[in-house]
């Protein structure tokens, strides 16, 4: 997409130990394509609304028969939310949590077969493609969206363009250390975007978001975030329904979710938690459905 620079977005969450306070997340967007990246952020300094950063330039071209969006659409139609589904209950075994690297993959990749279970019926209730994202726990991710982010910017991310889920694994373990419920809260949330981004949901936020003005951009961005917070929800509640989970661990991977910091980007802490729990209390997709609440709900 030529002219067309990246944005951040500014978020933050964190888990409920209060040494992980405040840590944003951010979504970049890329006007026109699906070239759309999700970060999960570490707050260093003050960030303002979105901004323009030095990237690369993106081709166009990018439309693809995984998406159903190819303009700005009232999402909250979209077929995900309308008239809901409710998330399986995922039989999956998670295993403990290591912090080598291959026992942290073998952690994600055990996430990823239990988020495949709960949301493959999901998708395919509604017709959508069914394509398990891809994960890179690489220390120095290199995402075909263009534009790597540094440590102090990025936890976590998710590309659209290359449907990876990126965990790199130095920095997930500086700053989730061995809480299983925090990573896998994380691998959620961005399972969530994966969702979004399969369901058309990511790209048509993108193409509005970028068509906004600011404070309207802030707010799409907001309703982005918060809605991957609750599809996360839902997986977790859905793995606890399958015995994958106990309840003392999606209770904590829940909390991970609010304790925070307030963000205009991704909203403020009580609405982070709020949408996570929306998603953990169980219920429909439709309970996700950010993009009909009413603004204060996305502050
Ligand atoms: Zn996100």
């Known amino acids: 997409m030529i002219g ?42 003050d960030f303002g609304g979105p901004r323009p950063i030095a990237g690369t330039a993106y081709a166009v071209g990018e439309q693809s028969e995984l998406s159903d969006a190819d303009t700005p659409v009232d999402i909250s139609k979209n077929s995900l939310l309308v008239p809901g589904r409710e998330v399986a209950a995922a039989q999956c075994a998670m295993l403990p949590l290591g912090t080598t690297a291959a026992q942290l993959e073998a952690f994600y990749r055990e996430g990823l077969v239990c988020l495949d279970r709960a949301w493959t019926p999901v998708l395919r209730a509604i017709g959508k493609p069914v394509v398990s994202p891809k994960l890179s726990i690489a220390d120095v991710p290199k995402a075909r969206c263009g534009v790597t982010p540094t440590e102090d910017e990025a936890l976590a991310f998710y590309c659209n363009r290359d449907r990876t889920i990126y965990m790199p694994r130095e920095r997930l373990m500086r700053s989730a250390g061995d809480s299983a419920p925090y990573h896998l809260a994380v691998l959620a949330h961005e399972y969530g975007h994966h969702v979004q981004a399969l369901t058309g949901i990511l790209s048509a936020s993108a193409l509005r978001e970028d068509a906004a003005e600011e404070s309207e951009a802030l ?50 802490r009580r609405n982070q938690l709020a949408w996570a729990k929306r998603g953990t209390g169980g219920g429909t997709t439709a309970s996700c459905d950010t993009w009909s609440a009413q603004s204060v709900d996305v502050e």
């Open 4 to 45: 067309n620079e990246p944005r951040y977005d500014y978020a933050s969450m964190g888990s409920s130990r209060s040494a992980r306070r405040g840590w944003p997340v951010v979504i970049l967007g890329v006007l026109g394509t699906f070239l759309m990246v999700v970060f999960w952020m570490a707050a260093i300094r």
């Open 219 to 268: 707010e799409i961005s907001r309703r982005t975030e918060l809605q991957a917070n609750c599809l996360g929800g839902l997986f977790l509640d859905a793995a606890k329904r399958g015995g994958a989970l106990s309840a003392d661990f999606v209770d904590e991977a829940a909390d991970s979710f609010g304790d925070t910091l307030s963000s205009e980007t991704h909203g403020s």
